[in-house]
């Protein structure tokens, strides 16, 4: 039952992103406005579904991070509202002719930017995916089937029942944007082989979930990263540029996949930074884990086993360790990063170069937080999920990387010899 619910989605998914090849830039951003507007208009409702999530959520003993990823507020709808409007504010790739030649047989060749078609999004305990992922399909002509997590069941559902009528009501054909509104996990494994009906899966939660998607599936996936992020203070940083960065990184929101796990802190620079830093996480209500030269320092740190350099914690504990040099960093962060988001604090020009060349991630910092590898933080409007793998697309993805294209020759009666 599950199977043919699910396909049947597929098929209106498909009709559809049909429709949207042929859809201008005006309609989809009268219908991202319609979309911000409703969500604006309906936000009680919202919160009463968001509410019983909730409660659920406590009831079945998620964790305080969790909880605070499901939780939608006012000011969580308003930015997600203003997420959809600068959205349609962006100039749309769709269509544009970047590139024509003439060859000397006189055919003239083109490449068009087009959408990838139906987009599958699987992901966990956020309701803002619902969203960000159906604002930026709409926007790059592609339509969307959502598979949101069991926690938040009931704020995806009024989210996508709001914003997919708002879009119809601009002129988007019905099935663009979609909810599987099934709680069993089976429908996951169902989605992984709708090659028939899905061009790509992107799927955006913890590792588990990703892995699973990439392992099991024959659809196409877009690999969205796990973010074991790390920030390196060099031995020529400033220490309280750095001392900021790095509460920034870990305590501003530490839930999310962007928020620093490991702090890297060079020999030299270790006994005058580490003590304040220590102090300011504590304040923060930060557990820090620390190698042994770091606890000599800092006794109350408890000691860092070796899973403890390999963990995404999403929580409030920060792994640290004393390194050499520049070399000894970027080995370590090579050794236990997910090429996400790694950040120099240094006011050295060579070693902020040398990190920014060496250092495999999606996006590397110099004297910032990584806490801005976000597709709103990036001037996107939002983001689908950061790419950590390197084909197709990289870091934040926003809606130039949910196009591909194709070529258009034009002739005048040319046959090939």
Same mark, same amino acid.
């Not at 339509?143 to 914003?163: D, K, P």
């Not at 997919?164 to 019905?174: R, V």
């Given at each position: 039952m599950v199977r043919e619910h699910i396909y049947k989605l597929g098929e209106d998914a498909q009709k559809a992103a049909r429709g949207l090849a042929g859809i201008n830039s005006k309609t989809k951003d009268e219908a991202l406005k319609k979309m911000a507007q409703a969500l604006l208009q309906k936000s009680a409702e919202i919160l009463e579904a968001n509410k019983i999530d909730m409660e659920n959520g406590k009831k079945n003993g998620l964790s305080q991070?969790?909880?605070?990823?499901?939780?939608?507020?006012?000011?969580? %709808?308003?930015?997600?509202?203003?997420?959809?409007?600068?959205?349609? &504010?962006?100039?749309?790739?769709? #269509? /544009?002719?970047? !590139?024509?030649?003439?060859?000397?047989?006189?055919?003239?060749? #083109?490449?068009? !930017?087009?959408?990838?078609?139906?987009? #599958?999004?699987?992901?966990? &305990?956020?309701?803002?995916?619902?969203?960000?992922? &159906?604002?930026?399909?709409?926007?790059?002509?592609?339509?969307?089937?959502?598979?949101?997590?069991?926690?938040?069941?009931?704020? !995806?559902?009024?989210?996508?029942?709001?914003?997919?009528?708002?879009? /119809?009501?601009?002129?988007?054909?019905?099935?663009?944007?979609? %909810?599987?509104?099934?709680? /069993?996990?089976?429908a996951v494994d169902v989605m992984l082989g709708m090659n028939k009906y899905l061009d790509v899966l992107i799927p955006r939660g913890g590792a588990g979930l990703i892995q699973h998607v990439v392992n099991n599936a024959t659809v196409p996936v877009i690999e969205t990263g796990v973010g074991n992020c790390h920030t390196y203070v060099d031995k020529d940083a400033d220490l309280e540029k750095a001392l900021n960065i790095a509460v920034n990184a870990k305590v501003q929101r530490p839930g999310v996949c962007n928020a620093m796990e490991t702090l890297l802190v060079h020999r030299e620079v270790v006994e005058q930074f580490l003590p304040e830093l220590a102090q300011r996480m504590k304040q923060n209500g930060v557990e820090l884990r620390g190698c042994d030269e770091t606890r000599k320092i800092i006794p109350e740190m408890n000691l860092a086993e070796e899973e403890d350099w390999a963990s995404e914690y999403l929580e409030l504990i920060l792994a640290v360790k004393i390194v050499d040099n520049l070399q000894e960093a970027i080995e370590h962060i090579h050794a236990y990063g997910t090429k996400h988001s790694e950040a120099i604090i240094t006011e050295n020009y060579t070693s902020a170069r040398q990190f920014q060349k060496i250092v495999d991630a999606a996006v590397v910092y110099v004297n910032a937080s990584t806490r801005f590898t976000d597709g709103f933080e990036f001037g996107f409007g939002a983001e689908i999920g950061i790419s950590t793998q390197k084909l197709h697309a990289r870091g934040p993805m926003g809606p130039e990387q949910l196009t591909t294209y194709k070529y258009l020759v034009f002739g005048n009666g040319q046959v090939r010899e």
């Open positions: 991070t969790k909880l605070d990823r499901l939780l939608l507020t006012e000011e969580r %709808l308003e930015d997600m509202a203003d997420g959809l409007n600068t959205l349609a &504010a962006l100039p749309d790739s769709v #269509g /544009e002719i970047d !590139n024509m030649w003439k060859r000397p047989n006189g055919l003239e060749i #083109g490449r068009i !930017n087009v959408p990838i078609g139906v987009i #599958g999004i699987i992901y966990e &305990a956020r309701p803002n995916v619902t969203v960000d992922a &159906a604002g930026l399909c709409l926007k790059s002509g592609n339509a969307a089937l959502l598979r949101g997590g069991s926690e938040a069941f009931y704020s !995806n559902q009024t989210l996508t029942w709001i914003i997919a009528h708002a879009a /119809e009501t601009a002129g988007i054909p019905a099935g663009a944007i979609q %909810l599987v509104e099934t709680t /069993e996990r089976e």
